[in-house]
T-cell receptor, first 116, second 113 residues
Framework: DADVTQTPRNRITKTGKRIMLECSQT?????MYWYRQDPGLGLRLIYY???????NKGEISDGYSVSRQAQAKFSLSLESAIPNQTALYFC???????????????FGEGSRLTVL | LAKITQPISMDSYEGQEVNITCSHN???????ITWYQQFPSQGPRFIIQ???TKVTNEVASLFIPADRKSSTLSLPRVSLSDTAVYYC??????????????FGQGTTLQVKP
């Protein structure tokens, strides 16, 4: 079983609909991230969370919200989806490095969202 | 926000050494510089990580100058299977929180026979 699991893997929806992408992890990491990937733009950070009570905006948080329901679960919501939110979304987890603030990121397999 | 730039694409031939440089001003003082590899329809995969000077593992080397405003990923003797997109990842010094991890736009490496 994957250490970082994203659901759904693929979703097609219509403009204005509410969409939730879910991420769960079995790695026991405190830090979780949501990234969006678009062709030619790489991966852009939407939100990140250091624990259940700590949630931070990333580079492109407008139009998105998140919920950290538990250490192992981090959900991304689009309250009213629009076509330019069509993208591949990745969840990732990490723990702080031994003597630095960043460690390795572990990614899920991605959720492909299409907004018509 | 940290400005991170990488070449958009590079071509190489099998057996050659490939060096990909990433420029990253405003990098967080206490964070690693990390490089990832991504194949189509997969999540990025960790390659190597360093703080300063040189780091080497079984697949790559990473060179980081003293000012840490750039880093160079070196892939020795590439093969066709190294065709992928390569990303650098750094912590953003502009954030009040450490751990705000920002990717470069990625370098598409095409290895030819």
């Amino acid at each position: 079983d994957a250490d970082v699991t994203q659901t759904p893997r693929n979703r097609i929806t219509k403009t204005g609909k509410r969409i939730m992408l879910e991420c769960s992890q079995t790695k026991g990491h405190d830090r979780m991230y949501w990234y969006r990937q678009d062709p030619g733009l790489g991966l852009r950070l939407i939100y990140y969370s250091f624990d259940v009570k700590d949630i931070n905006k990333g580079e492109i948080s407008d139009g998105y919200s998140v919920s950290r329901q538990a250490q192992a679960k981090f959900s991304l919501s689009l309250e009213s989806a629009i076509p330019n939110q069509t993208a591949l979304y990745f969840c990732a987890t990490s723990s702080p490095g031994r003597d630095r603030n960043t460690g390795e990121l572990f990614f899920g397999e991605g959720s492909r969202l299409t907004v018509l | 926000l940290a400005k991170i730039t990488q070449p958009i694409s590079m071509d190489s031939y099998e057996g050659q050494e490939v060096n990909i440089t990433c420029s990253h001003n405003n990098i967080a003082t206490n964070d690693y510089i990390t490089w990832y590899q991504q194949f189509p329809s997969q999540g990025p995969r960790f390659i190597i990580q360093g703080y300063k000077t040189k780091v080497t593992n079984e697949v790559a080397s990473l060179f980081i100058p003293a000012d840490r405003k750039s880093s160079t990923l070196s892939l020795p003797r590439v093969s066709l299977s190294d065709t992928a997109v390569y990303y650098c990842l750094v912590g953003d010094a502009g954030s009040s929180n450490t751990g705000k991890l920002i990717f470069g736009q990625g370098t598409t490496l095409q290895v030819k026979p």
